[in-house]
């Protein structure tokens, strides 16, 4: 099994409509980073989070942190197009100095 | 300008060939990471190198050789070439901090053996 599970695993959602991805660890996230991929292109960074309970929100993309630090949901208000992609979530470890990620959610926005 | 950069961005090959990638990072970084994405998008660290020291190699054949000639580089080796090894590639640098392992990654190789 994965030590981090994301769902959905894909997303379709009509442009303009609210969604959420999850992001679950099986043990305490030292740090949460959401990246996003597009078809052909490297990950880009979104957002960190490491304080249980931290809430995180750039444009119209908010990411919070539970506060046990094992759970964390991606939120994007009125979707667009340029949402699309494909997000993953990656945990540090502490002191490991890598990342472990999910297997990714694929979100296709409508028109 | 491209901070972390990566070639060829495409690649194929035949089974038994030996082929190279190559990385570089323009950000001052100090460590970076070799990451292969499979077919079904799961993404894995292969290699870290921080200061062109091999920290991290996360059971992978050694097939696989990364060579990093400087902080700015960090290579990849392939010997003997496998049908499983058909996948993306990506390279990634970050600053080693222990606030942060926010980490900067290039656009992939996608590297196809037939």
């Known amino acids: 099994s994965q030590e981090l599970e994301q769902s959905p695993q894909s997303l379709i959602v009509q442009e303009g409509k609210n969604l959420t991805i999850n992001c679950t660890s099986s043990?305490?996230?030292?740090?949460l980073y959401w990246y996003k991929q597009k078809y052909g292109e490297g990950l880009i960074f979104l957002m960190m989070?490491?304080?249980?309970?931290e809430e995180k929100s750039h444009e119209k993309i908010t990411a919070k942190l539970d506060e046990k630090k094992q759970q964390s949901s991606l939120h994007i208000t009125a979707s667009q197009p340029s949402h699309a992609g494909i997000y993953l979530c990656?945990?540090?470890?502490?002191?490991?100095?890598?990342?472990?990620f999910g297997q990714g959610t694929r979100l296709t926005i409508n028109p | 300008d491209t901070a972390v950069s990566q070639t060829p961005k495409y690649l194929v090959t035949q089974m038994g060939n030996d082929k190279s990638i190559k990385c570089e990072q323009n950000?001052?970084?100090?460590?970076m990471y070799w990451y292969k994405q499979d077919s079904k998008k799961f993404l894995k660290i292969m290699f870290s190198?921080?200061?062109?020291?091999?920290?991290i190699n996360e059971t992978v054949p050694n097939r696989f050789s990364p060579k990093s000639p400087d902080k700015a580089h960090l290579n990849l080796h392939i010997n003997s070439l496998e049908l499983g090894d058909s996948a993306v590639y990506f390279c990634?640098?970050?600053?080693?901090?222990?606030?942060?392992?926010?980490?900067?990654f290039g656009p992939g190789t996608r590297l196809t053996v037939t």
């Open positions: 190198y921080n200061n062109k020291e091999l920290i």
């Open positions: 043990k305490t996230l030292y740090g």
């Open positions: 950000l001052g970084h100090d460590t």
């Open positions: 990656g945990a540090d470890r502490g002191g490991a100095q890598k990342l472990v």
């Open positions: 989070l490491q304080k249980g309970g």
């Open positions: 990634a640098s970050s600053q080693a901090d222990r606030r942060s392992y926010e980490q900067y």
